[in-house]
């Protein structure tokens, strides 16, 4: 069946849309390298100018158009899935659960999107280290901030942001009672990080450990 997509609102009219958190970071970079110049430091300018043309990249938030089909998960995040099976130990649910993880390099976009309709019911942060996030112990060991949902048939599950080695600003906007909408932005977490889903058990998963996925447009799984 051919799935089909949608604008989960209205595209931006920016050729290069940046997310909001970026600009004072970028505004700074630029700042400094606008001074090197003045100064006439001809090789910290061209430093400072790759830096600056790197943090642009890093904070673009492109637009994405989200799977229509009501019953389909999209992933939270850019990057690649490195684990996806049931898992018996989560802090989340309480339960038994469909783990999906994707790991974000540096390079991937990190703005965060809702992965399914529905309702905030918790928000809560847990501070920790900084370790890889691509490794599984990431998910308990590291920094994260975790949101639990409720769909509109009353499925609960969790999307989690985890921090990673460079990682140092997890960025949420949500709040317990919040509505969300599948594909909506939420948040980024800053240079190179981790987002966990937790589902209920009977969800089927439609990715696999080394995929490729984007956030808001690829399904990563289906409620049951």
Known sequence: MTEKYEWPRPPSESALPIAKNGYQVIFAAAFVTLIFSLLE???????????????CAFFRD????????DRVVVSPADGRVVQAGIVTDNDYLHRDALKISIFMNVFNVHVNRIPHEG????????PGKFINASLDKAS???????????????AEYAFVQVAG????????????????????????????SRLDIYLPVNATPAVKVGDRVKAGTSIIGYFN
């Not at 492109?62 to 089909?69: A, H, L, Q």
């Not at 309702?119 to 942060?125: D, F, Q, S």
């Not at 080695?165 to 969300?180: M, N, Y």
């Open 62 to 69: 492109p637009e994405r158009v989200v799977p229509t089909e």
């Open 119 to 126: 309702v905030v019911k918790r928000v809560a942060y847990y």
């Open 165 to 192: 080695l460079v990682a140092r600003r997890i960025i949420s906007s949500l709040k317990p009672g919040d509505p969300i909408t599948r594909g909506d932005r939420f948040g980024m977490i800053c240079f190179g």
């Open 140 to 154: 308990k060991e590291n920094e994260h901030n975790a949101i639990v949902a409720q769909t509109p048939d009353g």
């Open 41 to 55: 430091l001809t090789a910290l300018a061209l430093i400072a100018l790759a830096i600056t043309f790197f943090i």
